[in-house]
Structures are given as structure tokens and as C-alpha cells.
């Protein structure tokens, strides 16, 4: 994994930074792919990913914003009701959730509904950042600084022991179609 930053993706998270002055850390207490249970579990975060992505800023209108993913590695505890002893422990790597984030996302959106997805996105961003970090909101004034120290955390074999609460919620489209949203928060940074 590298642990270069495109041109591009940083000058949108060097502008979010202002952003993250007014989001609060938001770490869940109060076609993903396979997860481990709901629930909190302790994982190891073994990479992330960032790139640019258009999202939509309300009534249709797009924008240019990062889109971040966090990878983890989750390893069966032998306490688990489905644990198999003569298998021994299942793992599984996962990606989390992606965070959109958009710069001055309140000046960019359209309308309110975009404003709040945002808002709630910077809110998670910055609780992963605090946790996984180990530092308070206070300390985190620049989102680039922030995701360039935690991806220079977690490059080559050096991994972050991490507690997490996976959090699965049922939808249903406009269309109807159903699925499981699955969200996960940092709780505490274990190593």
C-alpha cells in the first residue's frame, strides 16, 4: 500500500478542513460484502483507500468530493457460539462503510437532506479520526494532515488494533428493493 495521496484528493481534504471544526466525533455509541456479526468487535485496520468520486449536492446537481474506505481484519473469537474448534477461528477482511466527504459541503449543498447526509459523513469521519488517532476533536484542524498521519499508520505489516460496532439497518428503495446497510464505528483504538 502506498502511502502517496493524489494531488486531486488532497486539495479536497486540505478544504474540508473547516468542515471538520464543526462536526462532531461520531462513533456509534448512542453490495458491502460479507461482514463478521453485528455487534463490537475488535478488528485490526489493515489499509485504506481514497479517490474521487461526483455525488450529488441536491435537486440533482453533482460535486466532486473523496471517497474514503477502511479495510479491517477480523478474526473469530474462540467465546463465539458458531466457533468451530476442529476449524479453528474464521477471519475476514472487510471494507467499512465509504465516507463521502465534500468540501464546505454546507456552502456546495443544494438542499437541507444533502447538507444532513454530509454533515452526519464529516461527523463519522472525524469519529474514526479521533479514535483511531488517539487524539481529541481539539487536535484535528486539518482533515489532509489527519488521513495522511493515520494512512502512514497503517501501511506495509504495521497494523491499528481497533475496537468497532458494526451496526446493520434494513432499507427498502423507492423501487422497492430491499438491502442491509452496514455502517461501522471506531470505539477505542486498542494498540
Keep these: 500500500m502506498s502511502t502517496n495521496i493524489d494531488n486531486k484528493v488532497a486539495a479536497l481534504l486540505q478544504s ?5 471544526s464543526r462536526s462532531n466525533p461520531n462513533t456509534g455509541q448512542g453490495a458491502q460484502g460479507e461482514w463478521p456479526p453485528q455487534g463490537d468487535h475488535d478488528v485490526m485496520v489493515v489499509d485504506c483507500r481514497e479517490t474521487i468520486v461526483q455525488v450529488d449536492i441536491g435537486q440533482g446537481a453533482k460535486a466532486d468530493a473523496v471517497e474514503i474506505s477502511f479495510q479491517y481484519l477480523w478474526t473469530q473469537p474462540t467465546d463465539d457460539p458458531e466457533y468451530d474448534p476442529a476449524k479453528g477461528p474464521k477471519t475476514l477482511e472487510f471494507w467499512g462503510e465509504r465516507f463521502q466527504i465534500l468540501p464546505n459541503y454546507e456552502k456546495q449543498c443544494i438542499d437541507d437532506k444533502a447538507k444532513t447526509r454530509f454533515r ?3 461527523d463519522r469521519f ?3 479520526m479521533t479514535k483511531l488517532l488517539g487524539v481529541n476533536k481539539e487536535q484535528i484542524s486539518n ?3 489527519a488521513y495522511q498521519s ?3 499508520n497503517i501501511h506495509g505489516d504495521t ?3 481497533a475496537r468497532t460496532r458494526l451496526q446493520y439497518r434494513p432499507w ?12 461501522e464505528y471506531i470505539l477505542e483504538r486498542l494498540s
Design 16 to 20: 474540508a478542513s473547516a468542515d471538520l
Design 120 to 122: 452526519i459523513v464529516m
Design 126 to 128: 472525524l469519529g474514526h
Design 143 to 145: 482533515a489532509l494532515q
Design 150 to 152: 493515520l494512512k502512514t
Design 159 to 161: 497494523r491499528i488494533s
Design 172 to 183: 427498502t428503495g423507492r423501487d422497492g428493493k430491499q438491502g442491509i446497510a452496514k455502517t
